[in-house]
C-alpha cells in the first residue's frame, strides 16, 4: 500500500526542540543548574527524559533550549575545546572562557543556529559563576531563567530571589521554579534534573515528577 506523504505524522517534518524551562543561580562558593527533560516535535513529544544539563568541564556545565540539535552539537564543540585549552595552559578552565566560547560560537553562526545557552560553574578565579549567551550577548548574571517554561514563572523568581542565598535555598528555590514551569507550560515536563557545583565539585540529581513539590493550583 502506498501512503501519501499528507498521511504521514506531523512531527517527522517537524525541528526536534527542547522546549523547555532552563535555570541558573549562583550562591556563595558555587551555583545551581536545573532544567526539566521533555523534548518536543510540535505538538509531539519525542522524549519525556532528556538531561538538558550539558557537562562543558569538570566544574563548568550549560543548559541547553532551543533546537535541541543545535544546542548540543554547541556543547559538544565547546567540551572539546575546553579540554584542549585546559591540557595546554595546564589547569581547569575559566568559567567566563566557557561562555566566551558558547557566545563566540553562537554569533558566528546565529543565521543557521537555534539554540540558547546559560553558562555556569566555579573556578579559583571568579567562584561561582552564572552568564547569559544569546547570539553575540555574554553577560554575568546572579540568576538566570531560559526557555519557553520561563515565560511562566518571571513574577516569581524576581519575587522570591534573594542576595546570599544558602546552597539549600538556592536548590530550593531552582525546584520550585521548575515545578511552576512544568506545570504551567505544555512543551516542558517530565523529570526534574539539578546540578549543584561547588569547589569540591559537580553533584547531579533526578527528581522524579511526582516528587516535586505542588502549589495551590496543583
Known amino acids: ?7 504521514e505524522p506531523g512531527w517527522l517534518s517537524e525541528e526536534v526542540k527542547t522546549g ?9 562558593g558555587g551555583v545551581v543548574l536545573g532544567s526539566d527533560s521533555r523534548v518536543s516535535a510540535g505538538e509531539t513529544v519525542v522524549n519525556r527524559v ?40 595546564g589547569e581547569d ?14 554569533y558566528k553562526y ?10 555556569a560553574g566555579w573556578d579559583k578565579k571568579g567562584g561561582g559563576q552564572v552568564y547569559v549567551t544569546l547570539n553575540g550577548l555574554l553577560s554575568r548574571q546572579p540568576f538566570a531563567v531560559g526557555g519557553s517554561g520561563s515565560s511562566y514563572v518571571y513574577g516569581f523568581v524576581d519575587a522570591e530571589y534573594r542576595k546570599a542565598m544558602s546552597k539549600e535555598d538556592c536548590q530550593q528555590f531552582v525546584v520550585n521554579t521548575l515545578s511552576l514551569a512544568m506545570s504551567r507550560d505544555g512543551s516542558s515536563g517530565g523529570v526534574a534534573y539539578l546540578v549543584t557545583i561547588d569547589e569540591k565539585g559537580a553533584e547531579e540529581k533526578c527528581i522524579l515528577g511526582n516528587e516535586l513539590p505542588t502549589f495551590y493550583d496543583q
Open 1 to 7: 500500500i502506498m501512503l501519501d506523504e499528507s498521511s
Open 20 to 28: 523547555t524551562t532552563i535555570i541558573a543561580i549562583e550562591f556563595d
Open 50 to 89: 532528556m538531561n538538558k544539563l550539558s557537562l562543558l568541564h569538570d566544574k563548568i556545565y550549560c543548559a541547553l533550549s532551543g533546537s535541541a540539535a543545535d544546542a548540543q552539537t554547541i556543547a559538544e564543540m565547546v567540551n572539546y575545546q575546553l579540554d584542549v585549552h585546559s591540557i595546554e595552559v
Open 93 to 106: 578552565p575559566q568559567v567566563r572562557s566557557a561562555a566566551t566560547l558558547v557566545k563566540n560560537i553562537s
Open 110 to 119: 546565529k543565521e543557521e543556529l537555534s539554540a540558547h545557552l546559560i553558562v
